[in-house]
């Protein structure tokens, strides 16, 4: 049962238009949510990340949205270029019991910025 | 550079055999956490080590086994390999044995073809 969900495989936006990466989770327990970035034959770099306790967090360009009633959240970027041309992964921690530590990723979104 | 060194990058065995993946984590960094990247998926979370202690066990097959030596660096063993196990290996670093806001720094992977 997947406890991170990113719903939609792909996304194709124009250059200098905004994206938005979607993400839902399924477990209240969650306390840290954060977004990672993949080049191919790249490891996933760290993007943005978002406490429990906020619904907003703002890194430049990018921009991280948390609905918890919704068990939701999402990654705004505004404008987008072509280097952000990269798979996305929405991942999660839950800083309890056995899971202590551990991040739960989405299966990623791929998107395309086109010039 | 991320910091996360993984040997080798690319690695090609047979059926039945068993390999050894290598990590050595950032500089300073006492967490090691191995993940899976198959084909479609996402990053599955096999094990967390801790300054050489186990810490959490995630989605590994009783085939697969992993420690943290003193120097912290770390070893994936698989035995037994199956076709199915071909994927992207990742190992990643923190400083604690937590997962906060930071997340963690990954390496490049390692990427094992079963023939």
């Known amino acids: 049962d997947q406890q991170v969900k990113q719903n939609s495989p792909s996304l194709s936006v124009q250059e200098g238009r905004i994206s938005i990466l979607n993400c839902d989770y399924t477990?209240?327990?969650?306390?840290?949510f954060l977004w990672y970035k993949k080049y191919p034959a790249e490891g996933p770099t760290f993007l943005i990340s978002?406490?429990?306790?906020?619904d907003k967090n703002e890194d430049g360009r990018f921009t991280v949205f948390l609905n918890k009633s919704a068990k939701h959240l999402s990654l705004h970027i505004v404008p987008s270029q072509p280097g952000d041309s990269a798979v996305y992964f929405c991942?999660?921690?839950?800083?309890?019991?056995?899971?202590?530590?551990?991040?739960?990723f989405g299966k990623g979104t791929k998107l395309s910025v086109k010039p | 550079d991320s910091g996360v060194t993984q040997t080798p990058k690319h690695l090609i065995t047979a059926t039945g055999q068993r390999v050894t993946l290598r990590c050595s984590p950032r500089?300073?960094?006492?967490?090691v956490y191995w993940y899976q990247q198959s084909l479609d998926q996402g990053l599955q979370f096999l094990i967390h080590?801790?300054?050489?202690?186990?810490?959490a066990k995630g989605n590994i097959l009783e085939r697969f086994s992993a420690q943290q030596f003193p120097d912290l660096h770390s070893e994936l063993n698989l035995s037994s390999l199956e076709l199915g196990d071909s994927a992207l290996y990742f190992c990643?670093?923190?400083?604690?044995?937590?997962?906060?806001?930071?997340?963690?720094?990954f390496g490049s992977g390692t990427r094992l073809t079963v023939v």
């Open positions: 978002i406490s429990s306790i906020k």
């Open positions: 080590y801790y300054n050489g202690e186990e810490r």
């Open positions: 477990n209240s327990m969650f306390d840290y």
């Open positions: 991942a999660a921690s839950a800083n309890y019991g056995g899971s202590q530590g551990n991040l739960i």
């Open positions: 500089s300073g960094d006492l967490s």
């Open positions: 990643a670093s923190s400083a604690t044995d937590r997962a906060f806001n930071y997340g963690y720094t």
